[in-house]
């Protein structure tokens, strides 16, 4: 992927910890989903992004997440051409979430 942002996990859990206002968005499968997440993380498959553009904020920070970056670079990636917004890849993932020792959530 060209000319997409990316942030760290450790990155991500400073702006969670520091209260900034983002929209964390969880674009893996709801199997994926419901194995744990991020907390606070919504969950949006990625194939149902282009019908669920128009939930995202405007006035917040878009960071979207998968397993491993992949799918949410590509989540990042269309929403910049089609709408110019510019989301936050989280580089890793989940896993590299988990791996560096960050809690998972059960989803509600």
């Not at 979207?64 to 269309?78: D, E, I, K, L, V």
């Amino acid at each position: 992927m060209f000319g997409i942002k990316e942030i760290d996990v450790q990155g991500l859990k400073k702006m969670m910890d520091d209260g900034e206002s983002i929209k964390l968005i969880d674009v893996r499968s709801e199997a994926e989903f419901n194995q744990g997440i991020i907390a606070t993380g919504e969950f949006m498959p990625l194939h149902t992004l282009p019908m669920r553009m128009n939930e995202l904020p405007k006035d917040q920070t878009i960071v979207f997440y998968c397993r491993t970056g992949a799918r949410s670079g590509q989540a990042c990636n269309y929403l910049q051409q089609q709408t110019g917004i510019e989301a936050l890849n989280l580089s890793g993932g989940i896993v590299r979430w988990y791996q560096s020792g960050f809690p998972i959530a059960q989803p509600q």
